[in-house]
């Protein structure tokens, strides 16, 4: 089983749409937990840290389920400028992060 | 932002060159990395340094020689680098190396190995 896995996409939304992706991971202690967006042939970009009680920022939502080891992030109103690539980062091991792959979001008008 | 700052932005070489990858942070923090990125992948980590030592070396192979002369610049010496070496490389720095503060990434640099 992967490390930290993430459904690959592409979510293809319409504008205005919510959409919601998962991300698991293996190690039961992890303890930190973040989202980062990342753009065509550009670099990965800090989205959002994701607290235990889970936590929303703007239109986006993260929340946390250590239950069943997975965290989700949640956007709603979904705009053009959303259509990236989101990575999930789990920091499995000690002080180890690991990325997902990646889901890819499209939102089209 | 430019916190951390990444040259060059593109990068071709042949097989027998020797290049090197240029790092800067300017975000005060303590912990640098190198990451590797290519297609349809996650990112992989290759080096990490805390305060200016090496504290990771995640089985890169001795092609990559990574330096880090202190906690704001870090360096990617390669060299008989091969096709499949071809991907992005980015640099991240964070406040430590606790895993609990995020990573904060330059703009990478996409080496093509010809």
């Known amino acids: 089983r992967k490390e930290v896995e993430q459904d690959p996409g592409p979510f293809n939304v319409p504008e205005g749409a919510t959409v919601a992706f998962n991300c698991t991971y293996s190690?039961?202690?992890?303890?930190?937990f973040f989202w980062y967006r990342q753009d065509c042939r550009k670099e990965p970009k800090l989205l959002m840290s994701?607290?235990?009680s889970g936590n929303e920022d703007g239109r986006f939502t993260a929340q946390l389920n250590r239950a069943s080891q997975y965290i989700s992030l949640l956007i709603r109103d979904s705009k053009l400028s959303d259509s990236a690539t989101y990575l999930c980062?789990?920091?499995?091991?000690?002080?180890?992060?690991?990325f997902g792959a990646g889901t890819i979001l499209r939102v089209k008008s | 932002e430019t916190g951390v700052t990444q040259t060059p932005r593109h990068l071709v070489m042949g097989m027998t060159n020797k290049k090197s990858l240029k790092c800067e942070q300017h975000?005060?923090?303590?912990?640098m990395y190198w990451y590797k990125q290519s297609a349809k992948k996650p990112l992989e980590l290759m080096f990490v340094?805390?305060?200016?030592?090496?504290?990771e070396n995640n089985s890169v192979p001795s092609r990559f020689s990574p330096e880090c002369p202190n906690s704001s610049h870090l360096f990617l010496h390669l060299h008989t680098l091969q096709p499949e070496d071809s991907a992005l490389y980015l640099c991240?720095?964070?406040?430590?190396?606790?895993?609990?503060?995020?990573?904060?990434f330059g703009n990478g640099t996409r080496l093509t190995v010809t």
């Open positions: 991240a720095s964070s406040q430590d190396i606790q895993g609990s503060s995020p990573l904060h």
């Open positions: 190690n039961s202690a992890s303890q930190s």
């Open positions: 994701v607290y235990s």
């Open positions: 980062v789990v920091n499995e091991y000690g002080n180890k992060l690991v």
């Open positions: 975000l005060g923090h303590n912990a």
């Open positions: 340094y805390n305060f200016k030592e090496q504290t």
